[in-house]
């Protein structure tokens, strides 16, 4: 499935269409989002084509998926990771991660969770940062739509025991 908007580089949809494949955040347990996505009106016009993950300089990042990198380089002066995740339709979607220090190499498969580098001290526009980008084709996706409500929402529901309640073999909460 393409998403509408697909060539244009403009993302309409938060996370139409977008599998909840990531097993893990890129960077930390749980780190703050610095700047969330700002989809530009025109492909062209102004916005925020991904997230800003608060991250060290030197921090792991990760695959959030399972995939094989398309990109391992310098653009514009700092490095980039792309990563092209399995099993996520035609196009299929793709991450980018930046600034990053690559320690994989284009063509490698990559397992959820593997290394793919290092955060740079210092990206394009911002510091202690690492840059999250999500694309099918050429339109640009939220890529907080890969994760799941619990990775969100900061873990799996827990059951407390209800005060005054006969806990199961005696005894109460």
């Keep these: 499935m393409v998403e509408e908007g697909a060539g244009d580089g403009v993302g ?23 700047r ?10 102004p916005g925020h084509r991904g997230v800003d993950l608060a991250a060290a300089a ?3 990042v990760r695959a959030v998926a399972a995939g094989r990198v398309t990109f391992a380089g310098r653009v514009a002066g ?3 990771v792309s990563l092209e995740l399995a099993r996520t339709g ?6 980018t991660f930046g600034p990053v220090t690559a320690s994989v190499e284009r063509g490698a498969a990559v397992a959820a969770g593997e290394v793919l580098g290092r955060v740079e001290p210092v990206g394009p526009h911002c510091a202690g ?3 999250w980008g999500l694309l099918r084709g050429g339109a640009y996706l939220d890529p907080l ?4 409500p619990y990775l969100l ?17 005696g005894g109460t909460a």
């Design 145 to 148: 739509a890969l994760l799941p």
């Design 90 to 95: 035609e196009p299929p979607l793709r991450t």
């Design 78 to 80: 700092y490095g980039v």
């Design 58 to 60: 030197g921090a792991p």
């Design 12 to 34: 309409r949809g938060e996370g139409e269409g977008v599998p909840r494949v990531a097993r893990l955040w890129p960077v930390g347990t749980r780190p703050p989002v610095l």
């Design 36 to 45: 969330g996505w700002d989809p530009p009106a025109t492909p062209y016009g």
């Design 129 to 131: 940062c690492v840059h």
């Design 153 to 169: 929402n900061g873990g799996p529901a827990r059951l407390l025991p209800v005060l005054g309640v006969p806990l199961p073999g």
